[in-house]
Structures are given as structure tokens and as C-alpha cells.
């Protein structure tokens, strides 16, 4: 079954303003953590933002924020102020439960940012 | 630069080579990553090691074969591999296993594409 869900497959954004990258998730463990990384077309994963099944706040890094509604199941990506750097792919990914080792993705965001 | 460093950046190989993909970092972090990306997909985990141990094989080929000779390192020995292999494959370290809580955050390196004739 899927367990991390990201519908949009593409996402064009002009550049200074903000983008919401949507992941819903599937869980039935109460301990789990969400995450949301960067792959630019160089291959690399890039690490930008985590929230925690118990975390009382939504998760902010400069840039980033996550919107984290935790009844619905989704930690949706915010990026404020879109710079050209920021065309990539987005991958949402979910670590559940206290021993299991395998953080899921999903399908990913290809973004693009428009000048 | 990434803390994580994967040699070869790029490797071509015959179904009947042996080649190996090397893995380093020097954060002291414990758990050890392998992934596989297909071209237009997410990563799949292949192989976690924490301690130097195995720790979990996701049913991965034995055409696969994991090393992690210390703690640095982490190798993937390849061997008679079919031209379905040829994807990106991804190394990553954490701090150590996932416990629940915190971030333990996943460093990747740049990867490793792999191409199989």
C-alpha cells in the first residue's frame, strides 16, 4: 500500500513567490517522522525540513516551512520566495514506528521555477 | 560539498564484470544507507547497516554485494548484473537506527550512475 502520497507530479512557480508542494501520508503507528528533500538534476539528496509525529509546532528552515495537519495526514511543503535554484525534484518520506529503518518516499514534484 | 563521498560518480559495465561503488563519511554516524533510483522514481532502500553490521537486506539480488568494512565505509560489490541495474544508486548515513524520535536525519551522497550493457 502507499504510505506517502504526493499528487503533483509537476509544479511551475514564478520566481519571489511561494509554492505549496502537497504530501499526504498513511500511517497507523502514533511515533513517526515526515520529511521532505531535494534532488536537483546533479543526483544529490539534499536534507530541508523534518517534523516529528509529536511535535507541537510545524517545522520551519529559513525558506521552508512544512504545514503539518496532522488529522488529515499531511505535511504539505512550503517554499517562500522561489529562487531559480530552487527547480528540483521533491520527495516527501516518512520513517514509522521505533525500529523501522526504511524511510519511504514518495513519487516526488518535479518544480520549476520561471523566471 | 556533501559530507558523504560515492565513487565512481559514473560507471559502465558488462553483465559479466565485477565492479565495486564506494562509500565514505566522516561524521562518525553510525547506520549506513544503500539506494536505488530508477530514472523518474523515488529512492528504494537496498541494504542498512548500523555498526557495521547488517541490519536489514530489503530482498535485494545476491548479485548485490554489501560491505561495510568499518565504520566509514560502506562498499557495494557488483557482480553479473542485468541491464535493468542500471539506475543511480544512492549512499546515506545517519547518526544511527531510527528510534522513533528525533530527526536522525539521512546525508546522502551525490551518487553513484550505474550503467549496465
Known amino acids: 500500500a502507499q504510505k506517502i502520497t504526493q499528487t503533483q507530479p509537476g509544479m511551475f512557480v514564478q520566481e519571489k513567490e511561494a509554492v505549496t508542494l502537497d504530501c499526504t501520508y498513511d500511517t497507523s503507528d502514533p511515533s513517526y517522522g515526515l520529511f521532505w528533500y531535494k534532488q536537483p538534476s546533479s543526483g544529490e539528496m539534499i536534507f530541508l525540513i523534518y517534523q516529528g509525529s509529536y511535535d507541537q509546532q510545524n517545522a520551519t528552515e529559513g525558506r521552508y516551512s512544512l504545514n503539518f495537519q496532522k488529522a488529515r495526514k499531511s505535511a504539505n511543503l512550503v517554499i517562500s520566495a522561489s529562487q531559480l535554484g530552487d527547480s528540483a525534484m521533491y520527495f516527501c518520506a516518512m520513517r514509522e514506528g521505533d525500529n523501522n529503518n526504511d524511510m519511504r518516499f514518495g513519487a516526488g514534484t518535479r518544480l520549476t521555477v520561471k523566471p | 560539498d556533501t559530507e558523504v563521498t560515492q565513487t565512481p560518480k559514473h560507471l559502465v559495465m558488462g553483465m559479466t564484470n565485477k565492479k565495486s561503488l564506494k562509500c565514505e563519511q566522516h561524521?562518525?554516524?553510525?547506520?549506513m544507507y544503500w539506494y536505488k533510483q530508477k530514472a523518474k522514481k523515488p529512492p528504494e532502500l537496498m541494504f542498512v547497516?548500523?555498526?557495521?553490521?547488517?541490519?536489514i537486506n530489503e530482498s535485494v539480488p545476491s548479485r548485490f554485494s554489501p560491505e561495510c568494512p568499518n565504520s566509514s565505509l560502506l562498499n557495494l560489490h557488483l557482480h553479473a548484473l542485468q541491464p535493468e541495474d542500471s539506475a543511480l544508486y544512492l549512499c546515506?548515513?545517519?547518526?544511527?537506527?531510527?528510534?522513533?524520535?528525533?530527526?536522525?536525519?539521512?546525508?546522502f551522497g551525490a551518487g553513484s550512475r550505474l550503467t549496465v550493457l
Open positions: 561524521m562518525g554516524h553510525r547506520a
Open positions: 547497516y548500523s555498526y557495521e553490521k547488517l541490519s
Open positions: 546515506a548515513s545517519s547518526q544511527h537506527l531510527w528510534r522513533g524520535t528525533g530527526a536522525n536525519v539521512l546525508t
